[in-house]
């Protein structure tokens, strides 16, 4: 069965530092996402990715965030200068675009030390 | 803002028992989802409700959306360890193609 692949499933960087978490979404879909889960907390929805081109973001999503598909089957999310408060669990999901079923990763865990 | 309530939070209970997960807001959604979350792992879907009033079943667990579609239940029957887990309800409106999430509902089911 398709399914939306991560890596790396455990980051651990140093404040300030760069992080680029990767994700290969479902082949066939067209609709791309990241979510992040601070530990003990909800699912907040970051950035959706059209396209080629952002169609939502939420206000977490900062100028030091960015989200790129550089090529025909990668969806990346950087941060540019890591916050200790970026620490969470960072979830990428693909879509169709119908009816708004989106499949989820099985995320990458990043550690602001 | 929309906002997805979940409750309860936390439920512990014995096998066999039957149990109803609610999830709650004051704003519609065009369709609801409902996902399950392993720790360590991404949230796996469980179902979608699209229409008011509409009710889904899998296997022991039945869904429900709200006649106004602001609500929905998860209601499972006689209760296995394996249905042990984290409840995500999420909302989507059209033309808005973000997830809201629910607060979660942890599940323990007790042999």
């Known amino acids: 069965e398709p399914e939306v692949t991560q890596t790396p499933s455990h980051q651990v960087t140093q404040m300030g530092q760069e992080v680029i978490l990767r994700c290969v979404p479902i082949s066939n879909h067209l609709y791309f996402y990241w979510y992040r889960q601070i530990l003990g907390q909800k699912v907040e929805f970051l950035v959706s990715?059209?396209?080629?081109?952002?169609?939502?973001k939420s206000e977490i999503f900062d100028d030091q965030f960015s989200v790129e598909r550089p090529d025909g089957s990668n969806f990346t999310l950087k941060i540019r200068s890591t916050k200790l408060e970026d620490s969470a669990m960072y979830f990428c999901?693909?879509?169709?675009?119908?009816?708004?079923?989106?499949?989820f990763g099985a995320g990458t865990r990043l550690s602001v030390l | 803002t929309q906002l997805l309530e979940q409750s309860p939070q936390f439920l512990s209970i014995q096998e066999g028992e039957n149990l109803t997960v609610y999830c709650n807001s004051s704003?519609?959604?065009?369709?609801l989802q409902w996902y399950r979350q392993e720790p360590g792992e991404g949230p796996v879907l469980l179902v979608t409700?699209?229409?008011?009033?509409e009710v889904k079943k899998l296997k022991r667990l039945t869904f429900q959306f709200g006649d106004a579609r602001k609500d929905s239940s998860l209601h499972i029957t006689a209760a296995q360890p394996g249905d042990t887990g984290l409840y995500l309800c999420a909302g989507a409106n059209f033309g808005n193609e973000k997830l809201t999430f629910g607060t979660g509902t942890r599940l323990t089911i007790i042999p």
């Open positions: 704003s519609v959604f065009s369709s």
């Open positions: 990715f059209y396209n080629n081109e952002i169609s939502e």
């Open positions: 999901a693909s879509s169709t675009g119908q009816k708004n079923i989106q499949y």
């Open positions: 409700v699209v229409t008011g009033g």
